[in-house]
């Protein structure tokens, strides 16, 4: 995937700001805001010897100044900020101090039910934002989605339903349970869903069409897709959205 270019924009209203007093007694201080991410990449644990991401289907980042994932021994999908430092271990592509990195929601895709019983995965209206996270690699469907957010704090489920068309296995379908949440604001979430239930494309670059219902009907968009490879991004826009610690 390709990395993200710096653009001015709202900052990230999930992350923290940090405030450091002035030199005097005064109430006065300064804000320091983080900086927009540069890539979205799979946060990838090594057993026993820390982590590194993947950036794309050929590029790997080691990061030089975090003993540790911060998510254990999870494979994630996550947002990062970094710079390449020297020398570059043996290992992997780039060596990188990271300035931070903050995970996005990352789920198995669901095979679609025999019993064809999928109320609980409700029937609630999005619209896929145009992104550069939106975008088929490594293994996993990453996307930006807009929906209505009521002041109540209830969490929406989201899922990506395979196996909905017995005629192409690659068409999958967004599913969204918003839980009576219906009214509200308009806001933005990431999720990332884990396409390993799928056929593997035998490294051939095939036709994911994702289907969901938008606030102005059925809807449907298409990715190119190959097992495990970076297929490339769309439009940019900046920071991570408000409301992706309100989904499950």
Known sequence: MKTMKL???????????????????SDDFVWYYPPTPDAV????????????????D?????????ASSPYGDKEVRALVCYRE????????????EVSWIDSILTKDAVPY????????????????VKDWVNIAEDGYLTLRFRTLWGDNGVAHY?????????????????????FGDVNGIAGDALVAFRLSNLPDTDGKTVKLTLKYKSFSGE????????????TGTTAI???????SSQIK
Not at 12 to 22: E, R
Not at 237 to 243: E, L, V
């Open 219 to 230: 809807k449907s968009i298409q990715f190119d897709y190959c097992t495990k490879k970076s």
């Open 113 to 128: 039910p025999a019993d064809g019983d999928v109320e609980k995965y409700g029937d609630d209206a999005i619209e896929i």
């Open 7 to 25: 653009f001015a924009g709202v900052v990230l209203a999930i992350a923290s700001v940090f405030a450091i007093s002035s030199c005097d007694d």
């Open 158 to 178: 989201v899922n990506l339903l395979t196996g909905v068309n017995p005629d192409d296995p690659y068409e999958v379908e967004f599913k969204h349970n918003a």
């Open 85 to 96: 430092v020297r020398p570059t271990n043996d290992y992997y592509t780039k060596s990188v």
């Open 58 to 66: 050929s590029t790997t980042l080691y990061p030089v100044n975090m």
């Open 41 to 56: 990449v799979t946060v990838k644990p090594i057993e026993g010897a820390g982590f590194y991401m993947q950036l794309d």
């Open 237 to 243: 826009t900046d920071g991570k959205p408000a409301y």
